[in-house]
T-cell receptor
Framework: AQSVTQLDSQVPVFEEAPVELRCNYS??????LFWYVQYPNQGLQLLLK??????LVESINGFEAEFNKSQTSFHLRKPSVHISDTAEYFC?????????????FGKGTKLSVIP | DADVTQTPRNRITKTGKRIMLECSQT?????MYWYRQDPGLGLRLIYYSFDVKDINKGEISDGYSVSRQAQAKFSLSLESAIPNQTALYFCATQGQPNTEAFFGQGTRLTVV
């Protein structure tokens, strides 16, 4: 069975500091990788995704993630965080399970940006 | 109007009662999912469906059942609710495996 591991359940960081949220997944022949963000009292929204091609993918609000096949990782980074980035972030993998693609999520990382 | 609509948004029910959570979508997607979210456990897959005639169990299907009445509708039922089913439930749709999944706003269910 596929699995997604987010190594940190909570990450506090000061405003304008850099941040990295870590994600590792169980390997497979072909996977699609996603980061979703959940703001308080809301549903999940797509932040960015890796399908193929360039291993570095970017979002419109300054986040980026790098696909590393050898380390089966897809860590999320931002060079300078804002208060508005406070949210819970979920890494997700779309992979073949029992013959069909299934979307599996990690347990989430709560990012708290401190003024 | 939202692309993925869940009803009700909040529900309190008693132990042993049957309850249905409904999800409808206007995305035209074939793939639909039900997840539950618990603090510290992330989203866990309950059931998923890739077609009106296709129903698949997820990681935690015990105590739940689903019905895919049409491409646009996917309902989750708790036949006899118990307190540890208290959680936030999300419905999601997806066009293809390599595309974005769209989520509803969630249903907060409390079983007392």
């Amino acid at each position: 069975a596929q699995s997604v591991t987010q190594l940190d359940s909570q990450v506090p960081v000061f405003e304008e500091a850099p941040v990295e949220l870590r994600c590792n997944y169980s390997s497979s022949v072909s996977v699609y990788l996603f980061w979703y963000v959940q703001y308080p009292n809301q549903g999940l929204q797509l932040l960015l995704k890796y399908l193929s091609g360039s291993t570095l993918v970017e979002s419109i609000n300054g986040f980026e993630a790098e696909f590393n096949k050898s380390q089966t990782s897809f860590h999320l980074r931002k060079p300078s965080v804002h208060i508005s980035d406070t949210a819970e972030y979920f890494c997700a993998v779309s992979d073949i399970v029992a013959g069909s693609y299934q979307l599996t999520f990690g347990k989430g990382t709560k990012l708290s940006v401190i003024p | 109007d939202a692309d993925v609509t869940q009803t009700p948004r909040n529900r309190i029910t008693k132990t042993g009662k049957r309850i249905m959570l409904e999800c409808s979508q206007t995305k035209g997607h074939d793939r639909m999912y039900w997840y539950r979210q618990d603090p510290g456990l992330g989203l866990r897959l309950i059931y998923y469906s890739f077609d009106v005639k296709d129903i698949n169990k997820g990681e935690i299907s015990d105590g739940y059942s689903v019905s895919r009445q049409a491409q646009a509708k996917f309902s989750l039922s708790l036949e006899s609710a118990i307190p540890n089913q208290t959680a936030l439930y999300f419905c999601a749709t997806q066009g293809q495996p390599n595309t974005e999944a769209f989520f509803g706003q969630g249903t907060r269910l409390t079983v007392v």
